[in-house]
């Protein structure tokens, strides 16, 4: 290494470990959602590039004064927003050893440690979520990745690897159908629309009033596109849907699928890291009909983003769809090793199975469930505050993390547009304070607010203090 990085790396590494420390230690000072007007930012920024090298003093200066107040702290324990991104102490680390290695993981000769550790922390993970043993699993960077890459198997098998090679033609093949749940996640018609079948071609199925798809409503649609000369081809179940963390059921689903031979994908990104509790284990009632099943464990596992957990039956139904083969990535071990770049869409991969080897090591099982089992815990707390007090209205079952609700006080008699700018307001000022951040969504047209207990330091005073500021702020409403 040149003298010059070796001196900025003691001096400064030691001062940035200091700083995430620090941070870390003091992250309940920072407003959790960032106070700043769009292209606040950008406006402190020099809008050309330096000809001259700059001191990594200047650099960590601006990164400390401009950088961080224009963040949104996702790691604040008062973080109830989206689903959480959460992260850990092993984790970073990791990813700093990552960093170090450098490696571009695409292939087994490329960084065989790389390779195996992944085979096998994902075959951990496969014990721990009590998946089936046929079950195989990689790292892919997302769960929207996970379910384009499930869509295109799909495509695939369905027709014998013919839009593989010819493309999509007119009238041939037929018609693919993908069928969903109306609740189901954005990345599923993004995904539609990638892998070539269009938008018309995604059927959403009614879901019942717990949002969970109704599994008779898949059939007929199934039964209709059938007699018209479709060819069904992937059915997406989602385990804890984005909006309210409903439950689409498994066991009925996969038996449709299984009956008309359709591809069986299941996305549970935030939910499926529930099922390492054996209490929560039904959940996953059902996923040993699925081909394909994606959670993130770059969501609720406590390993930064990006780290999404893609398991199938058949691993060759990734390899037969991706595999490539340029003389250049040719090498001799090709029979007796696993090339992670045929298992999905890029060809790089980074080194992510080092940070959630570390993760697992670092908590365990044991420590993993204590955690997640406190966050169920302080969500039905947080139910039972919302049931007690009749100014609120609870929008949809609470199935793990997830409270979904809205201020709707039954003396006042609000209409629809008054309650969602009413909750609007509520919602706004709850973020303005810096204290505490909930986002929403709509469920069956209204307006609803969600709170996600899942940040890796979520505790119940943190709970607490969220409720306390709703019940002061329902006060002015
Ligand atoms: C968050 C989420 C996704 C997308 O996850 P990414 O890893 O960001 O692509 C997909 N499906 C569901 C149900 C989600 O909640």
């Known amino acids: 290494m040149l003298k010059v990085d070796e001196e900025i790396f003691l001096k400064y590494g030691h001062e940035f470990i200091d700083w995430i420390a620090d941070y870390m230690d003091h992250i309940e000072d920072y407003p959790v959602m960032a106070k700043v007007e769009p292209g606040e930012i950008a406006s402190r920024l020099p809008t050309a590039p330096p000809d001259e090298p700059e001191s990594m003093e200047a650099i960590f200066n601006d990164f400390k004064h401009i950088i961080v107040p224009g963040m949104t702290h996702w790691q604040h324990p008062s973080f109830f927003a989206y689903f959480p991104a959460n992260s850990s102490a092993p984790s970073v680390l990791a990813e700093l050893l990552t960093a170090a290695l450098g490696a571009q993981c695409m292939i087994w000769q490329t960084s065989p440690a790389a390779t195996e550790l992944e085979e096998v922390v994902m075959d951990w993970l496969r014990q721990m979520l009590n998946l089936p043993d046929n079950f195989c699993g990689v790292i892919q960077d997302t769960a929207s990745t996970s379910t384009l890459a499930a869509l295109l198997c799909a495509r695939e098998r369905v027709t014998n690897f013919d839009v593989n090679l010819h493309g999509f033609k007119k009238g041939s093949p037929r018609d693919l159908i993908i069928y969903a749940s109306e609740e189901v996640h954005s990345s599923i018609e993004k995904g539609v629309k990638i892998a ?113 957990a893609y398991f199938c039956k058949d691993p060759k139904s990734l390899t037969s769809t991706f595999e490539i083969l340029p003389e250049y990535l040719k090498t001799d071990l090709d029979r007796r090793v696993k090339n992670f770049r045929d298992w999905g869409i890029p060809l790089g991969r980074r080194f992510r199975a ?47 993390n ?76």
Request: hydrophobic content about 40%; aromatic content about 8%; overall charge negative.
């Open 196 to 308: 070539g079948f269009g938008k018309d071609n995604l059927r959403l199925i009614p879901a019942g009033p717990d949002f969970a798809m109704l599994p008779e409503e898949l059939e007929k649609a199934i039964e209709n596109d059938k007699k018209a000369g479709r060819l069904p081809c992937c059915v997406v179940a989602t385990v804890g849907t984005t909006s309210s963390t409903a439950m689409d059921p498994l066991k009925p689903i996969g038996e449709i699928c299984e009956r008309h031979r359709i591809w069986f994908h299941v996305d549970g990104a935030l939910a499926g890291t529930a099922a390492i509790l054996p209490e929560m284990r039904h959940l996953l009632d059902g996923i040993e009909h699925a081909d394909s099943f994606v959670f993130n464990p770059h969501k609720w596992m406590f390993t930064n983003f990006d780290c999404s």
């Open 402 to 477: 997830l409270v979904c609700f809205r201020y709707n006080p039954p003396e006042r008699s609000l209409t629809e547009e008054e309650l969602e700018n009413i909750n609007k307001n509520l919602m706004d000022e709850l973020n303005r304070s810096g204290n505490m951040y909930v986002t929403h969504t709509k469920l069956k047209e209204k307006f609803t607010i969600r709170l996600v207990v899942g940040q890796t330091n979520t505790g119940r005073e943190h709970v607490q203090r969220a409720w306390a500021s709703i019940q002061e702020a329902a006060k002015d409403l």
């Open 354 to 400: 080092l940070k959630l080897w570390f993760v697992i090591r670092h908590f365990g099982i044991k420590g993993l469930r204590e955690k997640i089992r406190t966050h169920l815990e302080l969500a039905r707390e947080f139910e039972s505050w919302l049931r007690e007090d009749p100014r609120f209205e609870l929008m949809a079952p609470v199935s793990v």
